[in-house]
């Protein structure tokens, strides 16, 4: 028996990236989220692989430093909509910046490239925003540096990803946000996304 495929990073790097990022930012709410969103559309260096999921256009756009690789469109987003703060259970895809954490090439839904939700940010957000205690903050890091991942499993949900249409209805992908939260694609634009991109592969959903 063929066991699925799946890479993850290495808790070492992951756990680098996390504290990488700025979750100690004393900003609140919206303005963490708009000022990390109005500083993550561009490249970090000039030949940075990359990926910007469009909301309003519902379209994924890859790019090489500034060039456009490819682009697909429309996408499906979670039916609760994008949000800066996502809850378990509303169905809202996530805004932010995020990085690949994994490939699962056994999914129902054909590929899912799984992504680091939730990033510190959205922790940080959390906190200041009620949805957290301070004991759920200091309980997200602690998970963090010890599995090098952010739990999945707190007030924030987890299991945020970019994935095919796999077993659900490519006619309502084709005319309707149906996900619970993730980026969907066609399952032959899974394929070509996830043979471009790898783990710590930036992804940047506005």
């Known amino acids: 028996m063929n066991t699925p495929k799946t890479h993850k990073l290495s808790r070492r790097r992951f756990g680098l990236l996390a504290l990488s990022l700025p979750f100690w930012a004393p900003a609140q709410g919206a303005t963490l989220m708009s000022d990390l969103l109005a500083d993550a559309g561009a490249p970090r260096f000039p030949d940075e692989l990359w ?26 987003l979670g039916r609760g909509g994008a949000k800066p ?16 954490s994994r490939f699962n090439y056994g ?36 998970y963090y540096r010890r599995y090098g991942s952010p739990p ?18 490519p006619e309502i992908h084709r005319r309707f946000h149906w996900t619970d939260g993730c980026v969907a694609v ?14 710590g592969t930036r992804v940047v959903i506005r």
């Open 51 to 76: 990926v910007l999921v469009d909301d309003h256009e519902a379209r994924l756009s890859i790019f090489r430093g500034n060039r456009l690789v490819d682009r697909f469109s429309p996408v499906s």
């Open 85 to 100: 703060q996502r809850v378990r259970g509303d169905r809202a895809t996530p805004l932010g910046e995020f990085h690949v």
């Open 107 to 142: 999914s129902k839904y054909h590929i899912f490239v799984g992504l680091d939700y939730p990033t510190p940010t959205h922790a940080r957000m959390a906190l200041d925003s009620g949805v957290y205690s301070q004991r759920d903050y200091d309980d997200y890091f602690t």
């Open 152 to 169: 999945q499993d707190t007030a924030l949900g987890g299991y945020i990803g970019i994935h095919g249409v796999g077993v659900a209805d």
């Open 186 to 199: 066609t399952d032959r634009q899974i394929e070509a996304l996830s043979s471009m991109i790898d783990i």
